[in-house]
């Protein structure tokens, strides 16, 4: 987890009174993430998460905040922004950038199930969907372009059989963007960043995806294998379990059929999202940014599944 910024209960008063959403009782850090500045937030109205942004900006946090509004008025399961008397859904709190969403009921589910990925995979089809009439639009700043752009300064740090794989990926990578059938696929706006602590479950009910802060416009096909990825593989080995991936794609098809040419291409964007996560928790533990909490996480387990994901190709 992260603290960048200290907040207290009467440096974030003034804001919370500006949302009219009660008088602020208490606020709490967050255990999870390492992006942002995030605290827990009780109200005499209800409970709340307060975020400062530590990395985006005052000009990229509206298309944010504006995608999460546009996903909870069309009956997805999102925290939403809370406006000020004025309408503005993005704030500022000790100089940065803030919002303050409602908290989702529930509880990460760290072992999913089969029916957990079921879940999963429906509402993501359902949210990919209800994406298509959002009006703005911000590439991925995570995608194949930031990859490019990070992976020479953090080469330096790797072993010859690790600076080799990155390399050689990569290369695919770029090669594979430019082929005409990647340039068809779906897409539209994905959330990014859809790991199971990213999700709230009531039991098998699914409550909520949160944190948005890594969404962009890109193939939908991207965000499902970064949700596979995560959510039906082995932490321990990095090993894909059949039986949940297999669960997550047929409740994703059964909103949102895939194209022959997704079919075609999963086992490549698989690897691609693994290659994204190794290179930015790579870039995490390697140039760490100063935080009063700070816990980067392990870049070696996304180098075991991209290594799984290229001996064992994922087939549908």
Not at 28 to 54: D, H, M, P, R, W
Request: glycine letters at 6%; hydrophobic letters at 45%; one cysteine or more.
């Amino acid at each position: 987890m992260a603290v960048y910024t200290e907040v207290n209960v009467a440096l974030a008063q003034p804001l919370f009174r500006q949302l009219n959403i009660g008088q602020l009782l208490s606020l709490k850090a967050c255990s999870g993430g390492i992006e942002n500045t995030n605290y827990f937030a009780t109200t005499s109205a209800g409970e709340y998460v307060l975020t400062l942004f530590e990395r985006l900006t005052f000009e990229q946090l509206p298309y944010y905040l504006q995608l999460m509004h546009h996903l909870a008025a069309n009956g997805i399961p999102v925290p939403k922004p809370e406006a000020n008397r004025a309408g503005a859904i993005l704030h500022q709190l000790q100089g940065k950038p803030a919002a303050v969403v409602n908290r989702l009921d529930g509880q990460s589910q760290l072992s999913p199930s089969v029916a957990h990925c079921r879940e999963t995979g429906k509402t993501l089809a359902t949210m990919h969907l209800a994406g298509l009439n959002f009006e703005m639009a911000q590439p991925n700043l995570r995608g194949l372009a930031w990859w490019n752009e990070t992976a020479p300064v953090i080469l330096p740090f790797l072993s010859d059989s690790q600076r080799h794989l990155l390399t050689h990926e990569l290369k695919r990578q770029n090669q594979l963007a430019g082929l005409p059938n990647y340039q068809e696929l779906p897409r539209g706006p994905i959330h990014g960043d859809l790991f199971r602590d990213n999700v709230m479950f009531d039991g098998e009910r699914l409550t909520g995806f949160f944190d948005f802060y890594f969404a962009g416009n890109d193939t939908w096909l991207f965000d499902l294998a970064v949700a596979l990825n995560d959510w039906t593989v082995d932490l321990a080995t990095g090993a894909s379990d059949p039986y949940r991936a297999q669960a997550m794609v047929q409740a994703y098809q059964e909103i949102r059929p895939l194209t022959e040419t997704e079919r075609k291409l999963l086992a490549d964007l698989l690897r691609a999202a693994a290659l994204r996560f190794w290179i930015s928790r790579l870039w995490d533990l390697h140039l760490p940014r100063q935080a009063s909490v700070l816990k980067a996480h392990d870049p070696h387990h996304f180098q075991r599944i991209l290594v799984a994901r290229i001996e064992h190709p994922f087939a549908l």
